[in-house]
């Protein structure tokens, strides 16, 4: 069983930054993708971003040029950097973890979750 364990949410002002950070644990088998997903009040869950365990990046448009995502692997570790915050970002961020095991299934696991919000 993967555990992620998520920190670095919390209430900055427009223009402002913030760093979250998702560490995992447990895992018997590789990561092979992590990222972040948010859910604002009333909406539905979507991808902000998500890294390989090569690297590969994937961003939502709405994020582009403003979010950047990396990942420790041998710490198993992804971090999201966020820039140039706006209102429309206020969200309950979500980590994310796929597991490849045997037979290459996949199998996905989520953190608790953490609130950005973005407010004068």
């Known amino acids: 069983q993967v555990q992620l364990v998520e920190s670095g949410g919390g209430l900055v002002q427009p223009g402002g930054s913030l760093r979250l950070s998702c560490a995992a644990s447990?895992?018997?088998?590789?990561?092979?993708?992590m990222g972040w997903y948010r859910q604002a009040l009333g909406k539905q869950r979507e991808l902000v971003a998500a890294?390989?365990?090569?690297?590969?990046?994937i961003y939502a448009d709405s994020v582009k040029g403003r979010f950047t995502i990396s990942r420790d692997n041998a710490n198993n570790t992804v971090y999201l950097q966020m820039n140039s915050l706006k209102p429309e970002d206020t969200a309950v961020y979500y980590c994310?973890?796929?597991?490849?095991?045997?037979?290459?299934?996949?199998?996905?696991?989520w953190g608790q979750g953490t609130q950005v919000t973005v407010s004068s």
């Open positions: 447990g895992s018997s088998f590789r990561i092979n993708a």
């Open positions: 890294i390989t365990d090569g690297g590969i990046t």
């Open positions: 994310h973890a796929r597991v490849i095991g045997l037979g290459y299934a996949a199998y996905d696991y």
